[in-house]
């Protein structure tokens, strides 16, 4: 059974940086393509960016020039680097693995091509 567990959330003001972590349990985490959601109360759930399998890494508008996925094939871990944060980034911040299964059929920022999902870890950015 596949768990990923985020941490790094907090509270901060804007202008300042966090870095999201997301520990993966499983075999052949390198393997997969790993994505970073989020949503923000009353809101739909939103694509935040994603890393392949050779690290190639793609990111919504909202974010391009911020935020860095990268990820750590030996710990089995993907993060996200927040910088220059802004109150419209609050949200609940959810790492996912893309099924292989699906990797044809839905683009990376389809969040109906992630087949396993992380509890989420709150990040709120005050102005």
Known sequence: QVQLVESGGGLVQAGDSLRLSCAASGQAFSSYTMGWFRQAPGKEREYVGAI??????????????????????????????????KPEDTAVYYCARKSTALVLVYSDSNYSAYDYWGQGTQVTVSS
């Open 52 to 85: 392949s399998r050779s690290h190639s890494t793609s990111y919504a508008d909202s974010v391009k020039g911020r935020f860095t996925i990268s990820r750590d094939n030996t710990k089995n871990t993907v993060y996200l680097q927040m910088n220059s944060l």
